[in-house]
């Protein structure tokens, strides 16, 4: 039985975070969307002024297993802050060792210990495996929440006006 730690992210930690951006890309099949770089990567969430955190979960022995990324959003019902999951990833060795539930239960945590009102996440619809997990820990699905995104051209297009 491996036996897995949780640890906060850092900057050291951008090409680990990268690669498994890259894997979960592919495994969701838009492996050409991924624009992330190492340099981005850290930027993005260990540099000044970013809204944006991260945690890794390893073995004993620091191979990395899986990683959480995630930002603060805001209730205006509630006038809290919430905790958006934005990526889970456990590498394909590791997966089925409880590693996802770990980082869940985490940030499950993170969220308690900072009174947010919510924590929430995307799945894709077709992604059996993620929502099975997800199910176990009791969170629900929002299904009359339709979720909609502004990218690239439409969103220029859009800011121009």
């Not at 944006?52 to 805001?74: H, L, Q, R």
Request: charged share 25%; glycine share 6%.
């Amino acid at each position: 039985m491996t036996a897995y730690r949780i640890r906060p992210a850092t900057a050291a930690d951008a090409a680990i975070i990268l690669r498994f951006i890259r894997e979960l890309a592919d495994y969701e099949n838009a492996l050409d969307e991924v624009a992330a770089t190492e340099e981005t990567v850290a930027t993005s969430l260990f540099g000044e002024g970013s809204v944006s955190f991260a945690a890794i979960c390893e073995t004993e022995a620091g191979e990395p297993a899986g990683s959480a990324v995630w930002f603060k959003t805001y209730s205006t019902w509630q006038a809290k802050n919430g905790l958006y999951l934005e990526d889970l990833y456990v590498t394909p060795t590791h997966r089925g060792a409880g590693v996802g539930k770990m980082l869940l239960r985490h940030l499950a945590r993170v969220a308690v210990a900072e009174d947010c009102a919510r924590f929430e996440w995307s799945v894709l619809d077709w992604n059996e495996p993620a929502i099975r997990v997800y199910e176990t820990v009791g969170a629900e699905p929002k299904k009359e929440w339709v979720r909609y995104r502004l990218t690239g051209d439409r969103l220029k297009r859009f800011a121009e006006g």
